[in-house]
């Protein structure tokens, strides 16, 4: 038996038959399309998703400016209103937006100078300068920089302060001891937000329509008398109004937005960092929105025939 199962063949080993490794093409195809699959699911959601989260933020905006300008007229005439959070906030948006300002409006009035004298060199009437320099200073250029300015550097402040707030639960903490959020936190922070950009709109102003008298004086060799006298006779009270009036709307805008981000901070330090971006550029275009609109109603309603 030991020399059969010597001399014996040997069984045969089954033959196992080897998967070829997909080749690298393959591979790279099937993530292209799994990633192409994804970005057009994500981007159905977000188109069905957007309109309604941009009118749920829209409304939530709006209920909260009309319930803080409420309490904020109540508060005033009852004797409530919280003074001493009033000129704290007050003195932290100044400083914080008061020099980058100044240095936007600077550069802002050369700008404006040197443009117009141009424009105003090629059609024969460089004594028109100093007035459609000026008029754009105070018309467009003061409160749009100080709104800017205010949403970039105040209201990306208030918005950390009260995103830390939301996430460290404070915000549930005051309501539950049946503290009105809204009275404590956003009423100071809207009436120091419209005092502080009424003032920045009038440093704006002075300090856009003086840089562009000097650059037009000392570097294009314009007449002074005829500067300030050409915009003094094209100038008018109503727009004065209209740059104070856009002031109040725009410092009120920037606080109605910073503090409804703010409080709606989800998803801890990563979700404040979150909400600030959004409050920047949310308030941003909303600014660029409403400056439109008050620049065509004033056209609009106080006409004028001549420049």
Request: charged share 15%.
């Amino acid at each position: 038996m030991a020399i059969l199962e010597r001399g014996a063949p040997a069984r045969p080993e089954p033959i196992r038959h080897r998967r070829s490794k997909p080749k690298a093409s393959a591979v790279q195809t099937v993530q292209k399309v799994s990633a192409v699959g994804e970005i057009k699911k994500w981007s159905r959601g977000y188109v069905r998703r957007h309109p309604i989260a941009a009118l749920e933020t829209v409304g939530g905006q709006a209920v909260l400016g009309l319930r803080a300008i409420q309490y904020l007229i109540i508060d005033i005439c009852t004797l409530k209103f919280p003074f001493v959070e009033f000129i704290r906030q007050s003195a932290f948006m100044a400083s914080a937006s008061a020099m980058p300002t100044v240095f936007v409006a600077v550069p802002i009035g050369m700008t404006l100078s040197i443009q117009f004298a141009l424009l105003a060199g090629q059609v024969g009437a460089t004594s028109m300068a100093g007035a459609a320099s000026g008029l754009a200073v105070i018309r467009q250029g003061a409160p749009m920089v100080a709104a800017l300015l205010m949403a970039s550097a105040a209201g990306s402040a208030v918005c950390a302060d009260l995103g830390s707030r939301k996430i460290r639960d404070e915000i549930d903490a005051m309501e539950v001891m049946g503290l009105s959020v809204i009275r404590r936190l956003v009423v100071p922070r809207l009436a120091a937000a419209v005092l502080v950009g009424v003032s920045l709109t009038g440093v704006v102003c002075f300090v856009g329509f003086f840089s562009g008298y000097l650059f037009n004086t000392f570097v294009q060799n314009g007449t002074p008398g005829t500067f300030v006298s050409t915009f003094a006779s094209f100038a008018t009270v109503g727009d004065f109004y209209l740059t104070m009036i856009k002031a109040i709307v725009f410092g009120a805008i920037v606080a109605i937005v910073a503090c409804h981000k703010g409080l709606n901070t989800r998803g801890g330090p990563a979700g404040v960092a979150n909400s600030v971006n959004a409050t920047v550029v949310a308030s941003i275009i909303l600014l660029m929105v409403v400056n439109v609109g008050f620049t065509q109603l004033y056209v609009l309603l106080f006409p004028r025939t001549g420049f």
